[in-house]
């Protein structure tokens, strides 16, 4: 029985790293949260305060809050279907037996190794009064459009930007799917007389849904924490009007603008359930709709 | 013969829908590129695609801001963050897959369960547990916090469940410890998933973002992209955006290298990261 213990011994050595980091940094903090939730929390003088559900209370209560809500839904509802459609078929593209696949492909993943920050600088130059797509609005409709400094387009901007920039890696994704759909299934479609798109839509599609399941949850996860991008270009303020405040920028902003840490983590709190449920919700309905059709 | 024809067709339509796409995913970064070697009065006056005047004022002004040293901080902590996730995720991964001790079980439903939190609900409880520690305002506060990943953990212990097992055990009837095989023999053979990691460790802390921005506040300490942000902040109300541009640019030159280099390691569908940005 020496070798049991030995292998104990070895196991918990080889994870002891890995643990201890989890331990501090992850176990210690969502533990920690759930108490900071019901406390009103002040970082500079430390005072903690027992206050129930009173963070919950003034959230919901909290205009911003639902600000940041309708923005965040808003933000999910359309990148996540815009993006796992456009990555789908543009694996499909890629997938078709095509020289020069690598090359392009090479290319479109470029928004993929750019960071938040320089891509928001670059959207944030393209979409300026004076940048390049205000200029072809004007000379090509005549119009003057002000992108980031409207309330109703500077989100727009911001899906436009995290599109751009998650559709080759999600695309990535899908073409691996591809790879390991038997070819005799579209040889078989074929003998049915099936053109490429029908192919498409009655072997691709539904053979690739497993994968169209990882995409759409990783997309909801992602989409559901977008701060950077929203930080950046309003500032850290969430203007125009609220209209780039999200969910997390407004934890953000009620941690260490407002100095509520006990309320910024009561909606820390409240994301995360909104996160679980609508993934759990989603899938549940995609998995049905699977099992039906 | 119609068949052909329909196939030819299909192949020109193929190609022009990823030439477009391909274009418009290039456009943005030739605009900055332009933008960069521009003047700014010329920025400022709308004007011509291409530069009337090519200038390397926005560059002068980037490497004689700060944005050198913030460079340096990226490069020293993703490197060390790196070097450190590689050996930890990879024998957290072995273990799990190969080594059988009591409750491995339970501790892989443990991480299971822990990769589905979001970094939000965590963030200011881990913003107290680090300032608690003494380390806000010092990049250790980043490497720490950064210094394992769960995803790569579990894409590790994949490679390993598949990774044939009599290699080992001739290493370990050679005499070699168990911890001497993991160096010796088992690393050097998992080097493709090894890379891979290192690949997107590297670019995850390059990139991150909330981070610095949370437990970093002197500014000769910032990382580059919180560096970046404050460079668009000072700059953005004159209208420099040659200076703001040519930041972004140098900001993705080296991850731009690295991708060159290791091209095969960076497609792939195993990026942890990319569905968070």
């Known amino acids: ?293 | 013969m119609t068949m052909k024809k329909n196939n030819k067709k299909l192949k020109i339509f193929v190609y022009t829908l990823l030439i477009i796409y391909s274009i418009f995913t290039l456009a943005p970064f030739l605009w900055s590129i332009l933008t960069s070697f521009k003047t700014t009065a010329e920025i400022a006056a709308g004007g011509t695609i291409l530069p009337e005047n090519w200038s390397l004022k926005g560059y002068e002004t980037v490497l004689a801001s700060q944005l050198p040293t913030w460079v340096v901080n990226s490069l020293l902590v993703a490197l060390l963050t790196t070097g450190i996730n590689l050996i930890f995720n990879t024998m957290a991964g072995y273990a799990l897959a190969r080594i059988d001790f009591k409750g491995r079980h339970v501790l892989f439903s443990m991480l299971l369960a822990l990769i589905m939190i979001p970094s939000q609900v965590t963030m200011i409880p881990l913003y107290i547990v680090v300032s608690k520690l003494g380390l806000v305002d010092t990049h250790w506060s980043i490497i720490l916090t950064t210094m394992i990943n769960i995803g790569y953990i579990f894409m590790m212990r994949q490679f390993f469940v598949n990774f044939p097992r009599d290699v080992e055990e001739a290493a370990t009837m050679d005499g070699l410890s168990k911890i001497g095989t993991f160096f010796r023999i088992v690393l050097p053979n998992a080097k493709a998933a090894v890379a891979t990691q290192a690949v997107f460790v590297f670019m995850g802390v390059w990139n991150e973002f909330m981070k610095p921005l949370l437990f970093i506040s002197s500014p000769d300490k910032y990382m580059l992209t919180q560096g970046l942000n404050s460079l668009a902040k000072a700059y953005k109300t004159a209208t420099q955006w040659d200076v703001i541009m040519a930041g972004a640019l140098i900001s993705i030159i080296p991850i731009f290298i690295i991708y060159i280099v290791l091209n095969k390691y960076f497609i792939t569908s195993n990026d942890q990261t990319a569905g968070v940005k």
């Open chain 1, 1 to 293: 029985m020496g070798n049991r213990r030995y292998l104990n011994f070895q196991g918990y050595s080889f994870m002891m790293p890995a643990l201890l980091a989890i331990l501090f940094f992850t176990i210690v903090p969502v533990v920690y949260a759930f108490f900071m939730m019901f406390y009103k929390v002040d970082i500079l003088s430390g005072a903690r305060t027992f206050i129930g559900l009173d963070n919950f209370r003034k959230i919901f209560e909290d205009p911003k809050f639902w600000a940041s809500f309708t923005n965040t839904f808003r933000y999910v509802l359309v990148v996540v279907p815009i993006q796992t459609v456009i990555a789908m078929a543009l694996a499909a593209l890629l997938n078709s037996k095509i020289n020069f696949s690598r090359g392009f492909l090479t290319i479109m993943f470029i928004p993929t190794l750019t960071s938040s920050s320089a891509m928001t600088l670059i959207f944030m130059w393209l979409f300026n009064n004076n940048g390049l797509m205000a200029n072809m609005m004007e000379q090509l409709f005549g119009m003057k459009v002000e992108f980031l400094t409207n309330p109703s387009l500077a989100l727009t901007v911001i899906m436009a930007m995290n599109i751009f920039s998650t559709v080759p890696h999600f695309m990535v994704v899908f073409l691996s799917g591809l790879q390991d759909i038997p070819d005799s299934l579209y040889e078989a479609a074929s003998l049915d007389g099936a053109n490429s798109f029908k192919k498409f839509l009655h072997v691709t599609v539904p053979q690739l849904m497993p994968i169209t399941f990882y995409v759409i949850t990783m997309g909801l996860v992602g989409c559901f924490q977008i701060f950077d991008q929203a930080f950046i270009l309003s500032g850290g303020t969430g203007g125009p009007q609220n209209s780039t405040l999200t969910f997390s920028l407004y934890i953000y902003q009620l941690a260490f603008t407002s100095n509520d840490m006990g309320r910024a983590t009561a909606l820390a709190f409240v994301l995360g359930t909104i996160i679980f449920a609508v993934t759990y919700i989603v899938n549940k309905l995609l998995k049905a709709d699977e099992v039906n059709g």
